[in-house]
């Protein structure tokens, strides 16, 4: 069971269910990703709400390593999520709100 005060969060993604969470490494992971200078910005860059395909790629994937799954990017773009697209939608906000705050 995911641990919401660790940042964790449940998704089912290809039918199993998983644990996510965005840590320190996977963190670093995104900054690299998107450009970011530090953290601070990653957060602000998520905060506009304009989130492409890609990117939700990026941060499914960071959160599925960053809880010790073996799943490149790759791995991700060819994953299903249960609710499809609006799925993987609800996956990258509620990650993002347990890791930086504020609601899903």
Do not use: K, P, W
Request: charge should be negative; proline fraction near 0%.
């Amino acid at each position: 069971m995911a641990n919401r005060h660790r940042g964790e969060v449940e998704a089912v993604l290809d039918g199993e269910r998983m644990t996510l969470v965005l840590t320190l490494g996977a963190l670093a992971e995104l900054e690299q990703a998107f450009g970011g200078e530090d953290m601070l910005a990653l957060a602000s860059r998520f905060e506009t709400g304009c989130i492409a395909a890609m990117d939700a790629v990026r941060i499914i994937g960071a959160g599925l390593r960053g809880a010790g799954y073996e799943r490149s990017d790759e791995d991700v773009a060819r994953m299903t999520a249960e609710g499809g697209a609006a799925g993987f939608i609800a996956i990258v906000a509620d990650l993002l709100s347990a890791t930086f705050g504020g609601s899903a």
